[in-house]
Nanobody, 119 residues
Framework: QVQLVESGGDLVQPGGSLRLSCIVS????????IGWYRQAPGKQREQVIV???????NHADSVKGRFTIARDNAKNTLYLQMNSLKPEDTAVYYC?????????????WGQGTQVTVSS
């Protein structure tokens, strides 16, 4: 059974850092793409950073130089390290995975974790 469970969301001051975690079942390498999305109040969900199975990444312009993605295959955990946080980074952050199985793409989402950047 596929399951994505995020944690680590919190209230943080502007300029601060935060690390989100996503425990991935059955395992990170079972996904062709895995990454992070976010949805701010009143806005559409947007891609933050996505990683392919080879480790290549694609960052949203708004987070380049500030956010990084990492994975620990042994722990089946995906991380999002967020530095130099801004109030506009406030959103619910979702872990997302895509699998290509039997010529069909399947997409999975976690439940989300709230990040609030405010003084």
């Amino acid at each position: 059974q596929v399951q994505l469970v995020e944690s680590g969301g919190d209230l943080v001051q502007p300029g601060g850092s935060l690390r989100l975690s996503c425990i991935v079942s059955p395992g990170i390498l079972s996904f062709d793409y895995i990454g992070w999305y976010r949805q701010a109040p009143g806005k559409q969900r947007e891609q933050v950073i996505v990683m392919n199975k080879s480790g290549g990444t694609n960052h949203a312009d708004s987070v380049k130089g500030r956010f990084t993605i990492a994975r620990d295959n042994a722990k089946n955990t995906l991380y999002l390290q967020m530095n130099s946080l801004k109030p506009e980074d406030t959103a619910v952050y979702y872990c997302n995975g895509h699998q290509f199985i039997n010529a069909t793409w399947r997409e999975y989402w976690g439940q989300g974790t709230q990040v609030t950047v405010s003084s």
